[in-house]
RNA sequence: GUGGCUGUGGUGAAGUGGUUAACACGACGGAUUGUGGCUCCGUUACUCGAGGGUUCGAUUCCCUCCAGUCACCCCA
């Protein structure tokens, strides 16, 4: 093999297709429900959005996007979260305004320049929702009520939602100052890692998971106890309508988002078993985010699902079963010049929506049945020298292993009747 | 980007410094004359991740690279 997929990205194989086709089915019910609309936006962007949008100092914007200078001298960027882009194409396309808020989810690939391990490659999948144009918490809680009735209708148990407030551009200073006031006299002691944030990003030592730093950060000030009275009720509203719509949260006070744009509300939900990599969902609001990038002063939030890890999860807890599509009907050669004849009937009940195949490999008779079961085929129909004879078929259930002769006619009239039975007639598209 | 572990056929895996690289599954073919799922038989690695050494000789020893994996970092 010379040239292999490149480091980080997968093929999804009909294997696994039909696992995917299962969660994004789920995806769209879901939304339906919730009413949010799908959105498609490019896979790349100018530069620039992603710089703005999510904050040049993040980790994602200074060492994982896929970046390239393009044949017209443009720089342009492999979308490494979509947000940003969503955004962008909400103020574009003023959105603003129709009837507020804009409620729309997207699925699709997302790029990250990361060193791949298990549940995190250099493509991936998010599915993901936006609500712009509200500020109440009612939004919020509609969001993370969303998220985890997603989950729950998947069949996944065992997941941890964590919620939190990060503050907003009045709160949040006066508590990194107030954070990095409590840390000064320990810095020497706390590890490399923490002693860069220290200036970057000094909500993140809070979450260190070097013992000794968690230990130096015992007792600092929290950011929920240090929010603005706007920020304060914000998250008391929220808790409160969580608690009456029944869902089961937890406080975490250390929960930090690693994008710039957040604002009060953040959370996250995880599925502990997935070991380093376990947080399938991550979102919180971001009212600064729009003014960034061009637009009005105007609310929003949403949350992004990784549906690889989705996909693993479920996989864990053996929801996914080994699945394969099956056939109604496999058609049998068995003299090489009843080909043609065979090969009218195939198009013939393809043309009345019955799934069906043959073989083009001129295997034998018996190779062809075992084809016909491994394809799991309803239905075998032979066509040979003496039924084309009749002008008939010979028409064998594979489960009773009963035999009819009968015109290709009445074989298509029986299998409809029955798929009207069975529910075994596909949808129409 | 850093560190640990791993890399044998389509898959799961044995194995040794020196003729023909176990075994299992799968795939393909067959077990008398046109019929599957069970059973039986046969076939299926002329680069043992790639490149370079050491050696009379390396799949087995050394180096580099690549890939996977786990952890860190970060995040979905």
């Given at each position: 093999?010379?040239?292999?997929?490149?480091?980080?990205?997968?093929?999804?194989?009909?294997?696994?297709?039909?696992?995917?086709?299962?969660?994004?089915?789920?995806?769209?019910?879901?939304?339906?429900?919730?009413?949010?609309?799908?959105?498609?936006?490019?896979?790349?962007?100018?530069?620039?959005?992603?710089?703005?949008?999510?904050?040049?100092?993040?980790?994602?914007?200074?060492?994982?996007?896929?970046?390239?200078?393009?044949?017209?001298?443009?720089?342009?960027?492999?979308?490494?979260?979509?947000?940003?882009?969503?955004?962008?194409?909400?103020?574009?396309?003023?959105?603003?305004?129709?009837?507020?808020?804009?409620?729309?989810?997207?699925?699709?690939?997302?790029?990250?320049?990361?060193?791949?391990?298990?549940?995190?490659?250099?493509?991936?999948?998010?599915?993901?929702?936006?609500?712009?144009?509200?500020?109440?918490?009612?939004?919020?809680?509609?969001?993370?009520?969303?998220?985890?009735?997603?989950?729950?209708?998947?069949?996944?148990?065992?997941l941890k939602l964590y919620i939190n407030s990060v503050g907003c551009p009045k709160c949040?200073?006066?508590?990194?100052?107030?954070l990095q006031q409590a840390l000064r006299d320990k810095l020497p002691e706390l590890c490399?890692?923490?002693?860069?944030?220290?200036?970057?990003?000094?909500?993140?030592?809070?979450?260190?998971?070097?013992?000794?730093?968690?230990?130096?950060?015992?007792?600092?000030?929290?950011?929920?106890?240090?929010?603005?009275?706007?920020?304060?009720?914000?998250?008391?509203?929220?808790?409160?309508?969580?608690?009456?719509?029944?869902?089961?949260?937890?406080?975490?006070?250390?929960?930090?988002?690693?994008?710039?744009?957040?604002?009060?509300?953040?959370?996250?939900?995880?599925?502990?078993?997935?070991?380093?990599?376990?947080?399938?969902?991550?979102?919180?609001?971001?009212?600064?985010?729009?003014?960034?990038?061009?637009?009005?002063?105007?609310?929003?939030?949403?949350?992004?699902?990784?549906?690889?890890?989705?996909?693993?999860?479920?996989?864990?807890?053996?929801?996914?079963?080994?699945?394969?599509?099956?056939?109604?009907?496999?058609?049998?050669?068995?003299?090489?010049?009843?080909?043609?004849?065979?090969?009218?009937?195939?198009?013939?009940?393809?043309?009345?929506?019955?799934?069906?195949?043959?073989?083009?490999?001129?295997?034998?008779?018996?190779?062809?049945?075992?084809?016909?079961?491994?394809?799991?085929?309803?239905?075998?129909?032979?066509?040979?020298?003496?039924?084309?004879?009749?002008?008939?078929?010979?028409?064998?259930?594979?489960?009773?292993?009963?035999?009819?002769?009968?015109?290709?006619?009445?074989?298509?009239?029986?299998?409809?009747?029955?798929?009207?039975?069975?529910?075994?007639?596909?949808?129409?598209?």
């Amino acid at each position: 093999m010379e040239i292999g997929a490149p480091r980080g990205t997968k093929d999804i194989l009909p294997a696994s297709s039909l696992h995917w086709q299962y969660v994004e089915a789920m995806v769209r019910a879901i939304c339906r429900t919730y009413a949010y609309q799908e959105i498609r936006t490019p896979v790349f962007e100018h530069t620039e959005l992603f710089q703005r949008g999510i904050g040049e100092t993040t980790d994602i914007v200074s060492k994982e996007m896929y970046t390239f200078t393009d044949r017209g001298g443009r720089s342009v960027t492999l979308r490494p979260e979509n947000t940003a882009a969503v955004v962008r194409a909400y103020l574009e396309n003023k959105l603003y305004s129709a009837p507020q808020p804009t409620k729309l989810f997207y699925v699709g690939p997302m790029f990250r320049y990361d060193r791949p391990q298990a549940g995190r490659l250099r493509q991936f999948h998010q599915f993901g929702v936006e609500a712009i144009g509200a500020k109440g918490p009612g939004i919020d809680a509609e969001i993370i009520l969303l998220a985890q009735q997603f989950f729950h209708r998947l069949g996944l148990k065992d997941l941890k939602l964590y919620i939190n407030s990060v503050g907003c551009p009045k709160c949040r200073p006066v508590y990194r100052t107030r954070l990095q006031q409590a840390l000064r006299d320990k810095l020497p002691e706390l590890c490399d890692d923490c002693r860069s944030r220290f200036d970057r990003n000094p909500m993140r030592i809070l979450d260190c998971k070097n013992e000794k730093c968690n230990e130096l950060s015992q007792g600092v000030p929290e950011m929920t106890d240090c929010l603005c009275e706007e920020c304060a009720t914000h998250l008391t509203e929220l808790k409160s309508l969580l608690t009456a719509a029944g869902a089961k949260y937890e406080l975490n006070p250390r929960l930090v988002r690693g994008l710039d744009y957040y604002t009060k509300t953040a959370f996250e939900i995880q599925y502990p078993p997935l070991g380093a990599q376990s947080a399938v969902c991550g979102g919180g609001r971001y009212d600064g985010l729009i003014e960034e990038i061009g637009g009005d002063q105007t609310p929003g939030i949403g949350f992004a699902i990784g549906l690889e890890r989705v996909l693993l999860a479920l996989e864990k807890q053996g929801i996914l079963a080994d699945t394969k599509e099956s056939i109604i009907v496999y058609i049998a050669v068995a003299d090489k010049n009843c080909q043609p004849l065979a090969f009218n009937m195939l198009t013939k009940m393809r043309q009345a929506k019955i799934a069906c195949d043959m073989d083009y490999l001129d295997r034998s008779l018996k190779a062809q049945f075992k084809q016909a079961n491994r394809n799991m085929a309803r239905f075998v129909a032979v066509i040979g020298e003496a039924e084309a004879a009749q002008n008939k078929v010979a028409v064998k259930d594979m489960q009773s292993g009963e035999q009819f002769l009968m015109t290709a006619e009445d074989f298509i009239e029986k299998i409809l009747a029955e798929m009207e039975d069975d529910g075994l007639r596909w949808t129409q598209c």
